[in-house]
């Protein structure tokens, strides 16, 4: 099971979970990370030590090599 937040592994036994009124279940790897998305209500995908953040930017850099490449056989 992995954390909600920042998307680490959960040893089985540890952590936590925290559910909702409406039912939504988030399970969380350490206070920091509760804290992070219901308390301060981050988004993890713009918080640099998540695993999302990783994603998204190496999308984000692929995509840009990719418009770069575009435009060099554009010139040529």
Do not use: D
Not at 46 to 63: C, D, G, H, M, P
């Amino acid at each position: 099971m992995g954390c909600s937040f920042c998307g680490k592994n959960i040893p089985r036994g540890t952590g936590f979970m925290f559910v909702r009124k409406t039912g939504q279940v988030y399970t969380f790897c350490s206070r920091k990370c509760e804290h992070n998305m219901i308390h301060l209500e981050r988004q993890s995908r713009k918080t640099r030590w998540t695993k999302e953040f990783a994603k998204t930017k190496a999308s984000n850099l692929s995509i840009r090599e990719h418009a770069q490449k575009a435009k060099e056989n554009v010139k040529e």
